[in-house]
């Protein structure tokens, strides 16, 4: 398997190690920042990992995750949703989407979407013709803590060529513009959901 492929086989999202990081004393569980509110940036938590979310340029977002000193990455997403770049001291990967990402906003509940893309390795050739498979299967309502925001459940297909190479999906809340759960192996009895437990806003 390529380390392209590797990227995605670990489903090129959250990749929580076991260490746990300390909240920020000035936050409290209180603040459920706001569609409004999260143009300023917030953190999402999880016992072992942290990731600062703020709006880059655009529609463009930029994560920051820690998942304990001095382990860092740096993710630039479309609207959180779309991954383009995931930059670490150990690894650096991107695609170039050959589709206009605009197309797949705002979402609605049955849109499916093909997105074809480039991947961008140093290190291997981009061979075939690589694609990510978008369809958009419900709304529900998403917990952190206190806070409660509106989801679209949006399955991300992971194809290079006819074959498929990873599968997941997103609960993703358009008012944040972030990914809050991942869930793997959907309907199937190994079914198990990669989430975040906590929201701060950042503080200016």
């Not at 944040?176 to 793997?184: I, Q, R």
Request: aromatic share 10%; hydrophobic share 40%; with cysteine.
């Amino acid at each position: 398997m390529s380390n392209f492929q590797e990227v995605f086989m670990h489903r090129y999202g959250l990749v929580f190690t076991l260490v746990a990081l300390l909240l920020p004393a000035a936050a409290h569980a209180g603040e459920c920042p706001t569609a409004a509110k999260a143009e300023k940036g917030f953190m999402l938590l999880q016992v072992d990992a942290q990731s600062e979310f703020r709006r880059h340029q655009g529609p463009i977002v930029k994560i920051v995750n820690r998942y304990g000193a001095p382990s860092r990455q740096t993710v630039f997403s479309y609207r959180g949703l779309i991954d383009l770049s995931r930059m670490s001291a150990e690894s650096q990967q991107a695609i170039y989407a050959l589709s206009d990402l605009k197309d797949v906003f705002p979402l609605r509940k049955g849109a499916r979407h093909k997105i074809s893309f480039v991947p961008l390795n140093p290190e291997e050739p981009a061979e075939g013709q690589w694609t990510v498979e978008l369809a958009v299967t419900g709304q529900e309502t998403f917990k952190l803590e206190d806070c409660k925001y509106k989801i679209w459940k949006v399955r991300q297909t992971t194809k290079k060529g006819d074959d498929q190479v990873d599968v997941w999906t997103a609960l993703y809340s358009p008012d944040l513009e972030a990914t809050l759960a991942k869930v793997y192996g959907e309907g199937t009895p190994n079914e198990y959901t990669v989430r975040y437990e906590r929201i701060r806003p950042l503080q200016q």
